[in-house]
């Protein structure tokens, strides 16, 4: 990690309740997967171009429900307010001050209607897209998805690596296993089959199948990004069923440790979708280099989900910003090293393994 973010994590690991601590730091298993997101990029290495630069650097990119954006996103996750007493808000401030999409989660502890009003204070054209699982029950997945839309989201993520809760061994250990009393999954509050003024628990369910995404296709014109894509053959099957995007993540390590890592499954992905719609990516980004193997590597963008909670919790909105602009500023200055105008001059020739030697 980068000295801020390492930083920031320090003074997070200090603050924070150790069994929240855990929470977000662990991964599923063993932990392998967790540990592979990071490592792969530091097998990674980048091969900068000379004499081609540009004093100011083209690094806007367009996404789904998102004109002109930064390539940095912050990924979906849950429970802010456990991180700092602000929570979802201080991170749609933050977001929206550094031009950055917020994906908000349905595990959210402030409903989406208050986050998108945060972020839309700050900058009224900020964007934020709702994060969901799908619900076995098809009323309440529509209700939720109108809520998104009425909250004026501007996407929809449907997270679809997560037919089972991972085994977390730490959270087992730790007893974590729901939200302390006194906060609440926001969103799910006051939906068809809950109690009145009370949440419903998030449902998880192996029975979902593609016929359930092309049922939330067909409830929304908002654009459907499918997160959790690491098989090329199911990118191209998203494709075909209409999404707007595919956000290549393990989910951060956190479902199951027997997956490659993020940055690993890309390429793969990125040659099934052909350009058709964007590619994301989210899972171990902790510098600015990242961000542009990453983007050399064929995604549109990549999320980040554990620095940003780090940031949250050790200075509220304000670390959150700290988080996000060093990441901006780290991936300009890698831009600059590459010989690179812009998003647009990361080309795959220029990611190469390291100690692999180059050709
Ligand atoms: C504490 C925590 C909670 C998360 N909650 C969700 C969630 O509710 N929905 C989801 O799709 N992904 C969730 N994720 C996964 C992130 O969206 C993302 O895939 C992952 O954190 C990226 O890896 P990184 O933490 O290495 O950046 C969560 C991750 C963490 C660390
Ligand atoms: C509340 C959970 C569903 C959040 C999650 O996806 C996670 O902890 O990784």
Not at 223 to 251: C, F, I, Q, T, W
């Amino acid at each position: 990690m980068t000295g801020v973010l390492t930083a920031l994590h320090d003074r997070a690991r200090e603050v924070l309740d150790p069994v929240f601590y855990d929470y977000v730091a662990g991964g599923a298993g063993g932990e392998r997967a967790l540990a592979d997101n990071e490592r792969a990029f530091d097998r990674l290495a980048l091969l900068p171009r000379v004499l081609r630069g540009s004093a100011v650097r083209d690094t806007a990119v367009r996404l789904p429900g998102a004109p002109a954006t930064a390539p940095v996103l912050v990924a979906p996750t849950a429970f802010h307010r456990l991180a700092h007493p602000d929570g979802e808000l201080a991170t749609a401030r933050a977001a929206a001050a550094a031009g950055v999409v917020l994906v908000t989660g349905l595990a959210a502890t402030t409903a989406v209607a208050e986050v998108v009003r945060a972020a839309r204070a700050v900058d009224p054209d900020a964007a934020v897209w709702f994060q969901l699982y799908l619900q076995p029950d098809p009323e309440v997945t529509e209700c939720l998805v109108r809520r998104a839309e009425r909250a004026g989201c501007t996407a929809l993520v449907v997270t679809a690596d997560s037919p089972v809760f991972g085994r977390r061994e730490r959270d087992l250990r730790n007893g974590f296993t729901d939200l302390p009393p006194g906060y609440a999954a926001e969103n799910m509050r006051d939906l068809p089959g809950g109690p009145p003024g009370g949440t419903r628990p998030i449902a998880m369910s192996p029975e979902l199948s593609w016929d359930d995404l092309a049922r939330l296709r067909a409830m929304t014109a908002l654009p459907v990004l499918l997160k959790g894509v690491l098989h090329p053959a199911d990118a191209r099957l998203a494709v075909a069923g209409g999404v707007d995007g595919v956000v290549v993540s393990n989910h951060g390590g956190r479902q199951f440790d027997a997956v490659p890592a993020a940055v690993d499954a890309l390429p793969a992905v990125v040659e099934a979708v052909a350009g058709r719609v964007p590619v994301l990516l989210d899972g171990g980004v902790r510098r600015g280099a990242d961000v542009a193997i990453a983007l050399a590597l064929g995604a549109t963008a990549v999320g980040v989900g554990r620095p940003v909670l780090w940031g949250l919790a050790a200075e509220g909105e304000r670390g959150v910003r700290r988080v996000l602009d060093t990441l901006l500023d780290e991936y300009d200055h890698a831009l600059a090293l590459c010989g690179a105008r812009g998003n647009a001059d990361l080309t795959g020739d220029l990611v190469v393994r390291r100690g692999a030697g180059v050709r």
